[in-house]
Structure formats: C-alpha cells, structure tokens
C-alpha cells in the first residue's frame, strides 16, 4: 500500500476510512498505523470498559514518535456524527477555549476511528459523564508513582507496596498498572465522592511521614531526587491519567499495562515491567483484565 492509499473498512456497524496504515510511528522498531489500530482492535474488549463514559483526552502523534506532537480534547474537524460527543469545562485551557467538545470512546468504530488519526495516548479523568452529560463525582482515586533521578521503577514497587498497606488498613484496595513510561499508577475503586482528592493528598503524605528517604508527597522537584514522588494532584478534576491499555510515546510501542501484585512485588529490575503491544495482548489472553474491579463500586473513604 503507498503512503497515501486509503482503505474502507467496517468496524460493527460503520464504515471508516484508513489512511497511511505504513506509516511508521515508532521508528526503531517499525512499528506502524496499521499496526496501532489492529493493537487497539484487538485490545478494544478490555480497554472500552475503562473508556466508557469517560471524556478522552487524546495525544496524537502524526508523523510518529520522531515528528511533533498535542494534546487533543476538542472533537477535530470532520468528526463523523455518530461519535458520541460531550461539552464540558475545560478550566485552565491553554488554547483559552471555556469547554470543548470531549469524544466519548463508548464503542469499537470511535477507538478505530482514533486510532487512525494516530491517537496513540488515551487519557480519561477519575470521573465519568452521565447520558444527558452530567458530571459525576469521581469513582477511582489515583497515585501516580514517578521516580525521581537516581530511581527506578524498582524503588517505585517497593512504595507501592506499602501505599497498598495504607490503603488497606483505611479498607481499601489497590491495583497497580505501569504508566507505560517509567513509573506506576496505583488505582482505588472508591464509591462516588468529591473528597478523593483531599483523601489521596493526605494519604501521600502520611507515607511520606513514615518513609521521608524514600517518599516525597510535596510537588518541588528539588526533592525528588533519591525518592518516589507520589503525585496525588492526579486527582483534581480537571487532570487526566492514561487509560489502562493505552498505548504510550516512547522509543517502542509500550503499554500501560495492569499488573498482578506479585508482579510488582518481584520485580528485580526496571525491564522485568516494560510490556509492548503484542505482550500486552498475550497477558490480557493469560490473565484476563487484571484491572475488572475498577468496573464495580468501590467503598466509600473513610
């Protein structure tokens, strides 16, 4: 197929057009659209659940991970109108703009349809909208687990480790995904409540308390070096985490994968937790998702 060649295809009950499926978007291993859009394809059982009725917030790559890159909230020009659309706040937005038009990946046409406009990152907030468009209040708690310099994502698991002992002696349960970079996001099913934010600041900080050698809660990056920055302003409403399953831009086709707690306990070495597309695929055929307890009502915080 030459570069610029588009391809119809249907996808359930619509028909899309593909372009540019040779493109190369991670350069050292090849990888191309074609395949990007055939991951999420195939990854779409497990990856839709965490996307539904979330507003995405896409990162977009069109000449690949050597080319520029943006941020994408608003639905783009030439939107087809059977994508499921949401108009909502965007405080804070650096184009100026007071809400935007945020796509809504509730089924398998829209993922495709993204995936061909080289949305290689999907990023949702804690928060889902309701079907007249109602904001929610926030149903998962996240801890952004970010080693500073010196650090590793090995350092990271041993924090997440006793993160998941705080939680638990509060009654509740973590679930560890990597970020897909070089960290790892720790998620709580929480039932709805505005207080997450505040929960999850306090929470940081009393692990901090406890290990200050190794921990750091506070947002100056002069004190990250040596530790683990658990960042918990990923709560705030207006911020967003990738998606479970979302692929990520780095120098291969990496994925924010879940992981299994003795996965995270184990690990040896920063390798031992960089899973690309196709191994993420062949872990959801061996264990299912991992993160399917996100999918039901957590408990209340304390």
């Given at each position: 197929m030459s570069g610029g060649e588009r391809v119809r295809v249907r996808v359930e009950d619509r028909e899309l057009r593909l372009s540019n499926l040779d493109k190369v978007l991670y350069p050292r291993h090849g990888f191309t659209k074609g395949e990007l859009i055939d991951y999420y394809t195939r990854i779409a059982p497990v990856l839709l659940p965490h996307l539904r009725d979330r507003p995405v917030t896409r990162k977009r790559y069109p000449d690949g991970m050597a080319g520029q890159s943006f941020f994408e909230k608003n639905a783009p020009p030439g939107t087809p109108?059977?994508?499921?659309?949401?108009?909502?706040?965007?405080?804070?937005?650096?184009?100026?703009?007071?809400?935007?038009?945020y796509v809504m990946v509730d089924d398998l046409p829209t993922l495709v349809w993204l995936a061909n406009l080289a949305a290689v990152e999907l990023h949702v907030p804690q928060w889902r909208v309701g079907p007249r468009g109602g904001v929610h209040r926030p149903d998962l708690m996240v801890f952004d687990l970010d080693p500073g310099p010196h650090t590793t994502i090995v350092d990271a698991c041993r924090v997440a480790c006793a993160l998941r002992a705080l939680l638990a002696d509060d009654g509740l349960r973590a679930y560890p995904k990597t970020s897909g970079k070089k960290g790892l996001h720790l998620y709580v099913p929480v039932r709805e409540t505005g207080r997450t934010r505040q929960y999850a600041e306090q929470a940081a900080k009393r692990l901090e308390a406890d290990a200050p050698r190794h921990v750091t809660a506070r947002m100056d990056r002069r004190l990250r070096k040596g530790k683990i920055f658990i960042d918990w302003s990923q709560n705030d409403p207006g911020k967003t985490t990738v998606a479970p399953y979302s692929m990520r831009a780095s120098g291969g086709p990496a994925v924010s994968t879940p992981l299994a707690w003795e996965e995270v306990e184990n690990c040896e070495d920063p390798a031992d937790l960089v899973f690309f597309s196709d191994q993420a695929l062949e872990r959801v055929q061996r264990h299912g998702d991992l993160m399917a307890p996100l999918l039901e009502e957590g408990p209340p915080l304390p």
């Open positions: 109108p059977w994508v499921r659309t949401v108009n909502l706040p965007t405080p804070g937005s650096a184009k100026g703009r007071a809400s935007a038009d």
